[in-house]
Every structure is written in C-alpha cells, then in structure tokens.
C-alpha cells in the first residue's frame, strides 16, 4: 500500500484560504486516485473531492464547488486541495486518501491507505 501524509493545516479567518498537501510513497503514486475527506467534530467522516490518476478527472462534493481545487503532481508524489473562500463550517480534520484506481471518484475500501489528518479550523 501507498504511505500518505498530510500538511497545511492551521488556522485561518472566514474568507480566507489554505492549501493542504499530502505526500505519498511507497508504490507507483500514479496508479492511485486521490481524494480528500474531512471529520468535523460530532459528524461522520465526509468526502471533500478526488481525482483520478491522471489530475484530468475531478469530483467534488456540491459544498465546496467553487471554492476548493484538487489537483496533483505525479513527479513530487504529491496531492494538493487549495481551499479559498474558507467557511466555519468547514473546521474538521482533514484526511488524504489513496485508492488503487484510474477513475476520479474514489471508492472507499478496506485497502484505501489514509493519512493521520490534518487539522483545519476556521474562525468567524
């Protein structure tokens, strides 16, 4: 399985932004479809976005249209979420996610590598 880590977090006013970015190792960083999820505190684990193998392919969720970009770079390994537009509903933990597929969406299995999260609050 592919090892994940996340970075970024922190701390930011409504309206602002932050860019999260999760490295990957240990297998062929290609062959995965990212995506981001995120737990805000009492809620269930939700999906935030993915994309597919080749960052020509993105999926999101209708919360965060237009305000959050995924994207990835296969020569750094590395999967990116710029969040602008930053909402206090959006304060959670944010989790990187590496899937073995091509597709964007990506389909959570008991093989789905996970990073240890990254905390993103939001202040009004």
């Known amino acids: 399985q592919v090892q994940v880590v996340e970075s970024g977090g922190g701390l930011v006013q409504a309206g602002g932004s932050l860019r999260l970015s999760c490295a990957a190792s240990?297998?062929?960083?290609?062959?995965?479809?990212m995506g981001w999820f995120r737990r805000a505190p009492g809620k269930e684990r939700e999906f935030v976005a993915s994309?597919?193998?080749?960052?020509?392919?993105?999926y999101y969720v209708d919360s965060v249209k237009g305000r959050f970009t995924i994207s990835r770079d296969n020569a750094k390994n590395t999967v990116y979420l710029q969040m602008n537009s930053l909402k206090p509903e959006d304060t959670a933990v944010y989790y990187c996610?590496?899937?073995?597929?091509?597709?964007?969406?990506?389909?959570?299995?008991?093989?789905?590598?996970w990073g240890q999260g990254t905390q993103v609050t939001v202040s009004s």
């Open positions: 996610a590496a899937a073995k597929s091509t597709g964007a969406i990506l389909v959570v299995t008991p093989t789905t590598s």
């Open positions: 240990g297998r062929t960083f290609s062959d995965y479809t």
């Open positions: 994309i597919n193998w080749s960052g020509r392919s993105t």
